[in-house]
């Protein structure tokens, strides 16, 4: 069974202070890993999109990474602003749908 | 431009009432879906279109959630006969291509009483 799981569930951080969040997953054949970030009352906002092991994306303070099994989304002297919940998706081969983490809820203290 | 517009923001339903969650998507994106997402938890998938055809109904709770996209652009989600545990947020999303990244909309908070 596909599976994708976020770890650590809560991270809290100075600002500042930079650190990893992690999304590992189980697929039969993958067409994509997707990262976005979701604001309390919002829909999710997309960030990135991965797509073969060893690819990498940076947007300002974010940098995503792929492994065969695993998804890092390092996050460089966050700002409180950088707050939300992140969560990691992924796309089978096979349809179209996506498949998603339960989200680590980060938390920047000014 | 405009993004994805959902409406509306809030349903209070009674058990056993009927509701009908309304999607706009972006012009011009084929595909469209539609996600529910528990308090604390990551969406989960209901259904997609590619243009008007339905090509993926396997989330479907059950055969009181229906929906339907008639001219290949608005969608509609139904949910027949609602139970409390149809209480969630309702996401539609939409992309150019089916593999492309999605885009969401704010979410309908559904709240069954």
């Known amino acids: 069974e596909d599976q994708v799981t976020q770890s650590p569930e809560a991270l809290r951080l100075q600002e500042g202070e930079s650190s990893s969040l992690n999304c590992s997953y189980t697929v039969s054949g993958l067409r994509g890993l997707f990262w976005y970030r979701q604001d309390p009352g919002k829909g999710p906002e997309f960030l990135f999109t991965l797509y073969s092991a060893g690819e990498e994306k940076e947007k300002e303070r974010l940098k995503a990474t792929l492994t065969k099994k695993e998804s890092f989304l390092h996050i460089t002297a966050p700002k409180p602003e950088d707050s939300a919940t992140y969560l990691c998706?992924?796309?089978?081969?096979?349809?179209?749908?996506?498949?998603w983490g339960a989200g680590t809820k980060l938390i920047i203290k000014p | 431009g405009a993004g994805v517009s959902q409406s509306p923001r809030y349903k209070v339903a009674k058990r056993g009432q009927d509701v009908a969650l309304r999607c706009d998507p972006i012009?011009?994106?084929?595909?469209l879906f539609w996600y529910q997402q528990a308090l604390g938890q990551g969406p989960e998938f209901l259904t997609y279109?590619?243009?008007?055809?339905?090509?993926?109904k396997s989330g479907l709770p059950s055969d009181r959630f229906f929906a339907e996209r008639p001219e290949g652009s608005v969608s509609t989600l139904k949910i027949q006969r609602t139970q409390q545990e149809d209480s969630a947020v309702y996401l539609c999303?939409?992309?150019?291509?089916?593999?492309?990244?999605?885009?969401f909309g704010p979410g309908t908070r559904l709240t069954v009483l």
């Open positions: 999303a939409s992309s150019f291509l089916a593999g492309d990244e999605q885009f």
């Open positions: 279109f590619q243009n008007e055809a339905q090509l993926d």
């Open positions: 998706a992924v796309q089978e081969e096979s349809n179209y749908q996506l498949i």
């Open positions: 012009s011009g994106h084929v595909s």
